[in-house]
């Protein structure tokens, strides 16, 4: 493809990520917890773990899952942590030790497999129950998993537009 038939695709590109940030200022004020400084940068993540999961509809479906179960691990970890508050600076990382040992064996289990998106749908799990004020772990995971969704439909979108427009050029110059 030539610069110039390709120079359509940043530009195309670039219109879906503004559309994310207008996206999730009305999701502000919808989504709890309403008021928020915005979760865009979960549907951003997801967009890219969309394509590292192959660009269709099954690696978006692992994706989805490995951000739940990323999810269910940080919750896993965080309660482990809780009970073992008693060993101290250890309580977090023995929890973290004893959850990540299954997780990795999931790397065995068909439409479970997908470990990358698991450690990406715990780490935006983290960072909203540490840096949301009084999140709960039902608000934490509701939020994330509508923004992991309207990442992966970004990422089906930017799959489809850019298929459409390069047949579309390919068929031009024939």
């Known amino acids: ?74 919750i896993a970890i965080m309660v482990l942590g809780g009970k073992f508050a008693g060993m101290g600076f250890y309580a977090v990382p023995v929890a973290v030790f004893l959850v990540v040992i299954p997780v990795i064996f999931l790397e065995k289990v068909k439409w479970l497999d997908f470990v990358p998106a698991i450690f990406i749908g715990a780490g935006a799990f983290f960072a909203f129950m540490s840096y949301v004020p009084n999140a709960t772990f039902a608000v934490a995971a509701k939020t994330e998993l509508i923004y992991c969704v309207l990442g992966l439909f970004y990422g089906y979108i930017t799959i489809a537009l850019r298929g459409a427009y390069e047949k579309k050029v390919s068929g031009a110059a024939a």
């Open 1 to 74: 493809m030539t610069f110039k038939k390709f120079i359509a695709i940043p530009f195309i590109i670039a219109l879906l990520a503004a559309t994310i940030q207008i996206v999730d200022q009305v999701l502000n004020l919808h989504v709890e917890p309403v008021g928020n400084v915005g979760f865009g940068w979960i549907a951003f993540q997801a967009w890219a773990m969309y394509f590292l999961a192959g660009c269709d509809l099954k690696g978006g479906l692992r994706t989805l899952i490995g951000y739940v179960m990323g999810i269910v691990a940080s």
